[in-house]
């Protein structure tokens, strides 16, 4: 048996394993509804799993598989699914490019399908009528950071270290040629100019990966050339900014009850970021609305699997697009 159908056999015998423990307590005439998820161990996924599992709850027999970061084994789940004729999709995709491939078997089944958090060239989606996609607007996380640090500003005049009327900052970037985090990069700046305050970047933009370990390095680095001169740090997720924090305590900087401290500002509002927020050592997040995320997406499903408008008693619209629903982010500046 060669490698490809064998993993095959395994998905399938998975496949099996699980609709027979979620069919036992499923009732009867209750929409069976499959969700392919790109990886479990993505913590902002995860809160939208779980809420989404507490939404369907009772509601719909559900179906749920890890496609593990491969598009490959996520497309033998689908093909899986569909062989089961499931009433509704709710798709994570692994590889976004890889959408028109996924929406067309959707489609010559008739099934209907909510593709949502990695978003697929929604022209693609347009050419099936029982398809849309929820996620968020990358532009509006960097926008938040932006208003973020106007406050911090604007309530904390000791920030402005040089006392020249201008935020000498650093910034942390996850990858190079990421839509959502050059969309963060951006306009966490262009905001903060927008309202009103001058902005002046030291040194060039850190590429970090999303990395803690690569975040305090570069900021190690930092300090070392620019100790004293840097009066602010926007990363474009928590991992990075409690890298830079690291970096800073190392140097006597941002600890807790300590007299001096440089702001951080991150995304994701994670558990460790939340924490060094309300501990003192960092500034602030920006919240991804994963409890949202999910339970607009069992409404949604629900809604479009009974033959309704899609967002037929929701409090949710579409974009210009027609086709999108934007799920706000929001501020965490601490308790
Ligand atoms: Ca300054």
């Known amino acids: ?139 509006d996380a960097g926008k938040m950071q932006g208003d973020i640090i106007r406050n911090l500003w604007n309530n904390y005049p000791e920030y402005d270290l040089n006392k020249d009327g201008k935020f000498q900052y650093v910034m942390f970037q996850g990858e190079p040629d990421n839509p959502e985090a050059i969309a963060r990069t951006e306009w966490s700046v262009k905001q903060a100019i927008e309202n009103g305050i001058q902005m002046e970047q030291i040194g060039q933009t850190f590429v970090c990966n999303w990395d803690t370990a690569l975040a305090q390095g570069a900021m190690e680095s930092a300090l070392a050339a620019n100790e004293g001169k840097i009066e602010l740090v926007i990363a474009n997720n928590d991992s990075m900014a409690m890298g830079a924090v690291a970096a800073l305590s190392n140097v006597g900087y941002n600890l807790e009850g300590g007299s001096k401290f440089v702001p951080v500002v991150g995304v994701d509002a994670t558990e460790q970021a939340v924490d060094a927020i309300n501990r003192g050592i960092m500034s602030a997040t920006v919240k991804q609305d994963g409890e949202a995320m999910g339970q607009a997406l069992a409404t949604i499903i629900l809604n479009m699997v009974d033959g309704k408008a899609p967002l037929d008693g929701t409090q949710y619209e579409y974009d210009e697009s027609g086709i999108a629903v934007r799920i706000p982010y929001s501020p965490y500046e601490g308790k």
């Open 1 to 139: 048996m060669n490698m490809h159908i064998l993993k095959r056999v395994m998905v399938a015998l998975a496949l099996t394993v699980a609709a027979v423990s979620v069919g036992s307590r499923a009732e009867a005439g209750q929409p069976r509804i499959g969700v392919l998820i790109y990886r479990y161990d993505d913590t902002y996924i995860s809160t939208v799993r779980n809420a989404l599992s507490n939404a369907l709850e009772g509601r719909a027999n559900v179906t749920m598989q890890d496609g593990k970061g491969d598009q490959a084994a996520q497309n033998d789940q689908l093909d899986v699914m569909i062989a089961r004729q499931v009433d509704g999709l709710l798709v994570n995709m692994v590889d976004a490019q890889a959408a028109s491939g996924v929406l067309l078997k959707i489609k010559n089944a008739g099934i209907p399908v909510v593709f949502f958090n990695r978003e697929p060239d929604l022209n693609v989606l347009k050419t099936y009528d029982k398809s849309i996609f929820v996620g968020t607007n990358a532009a």
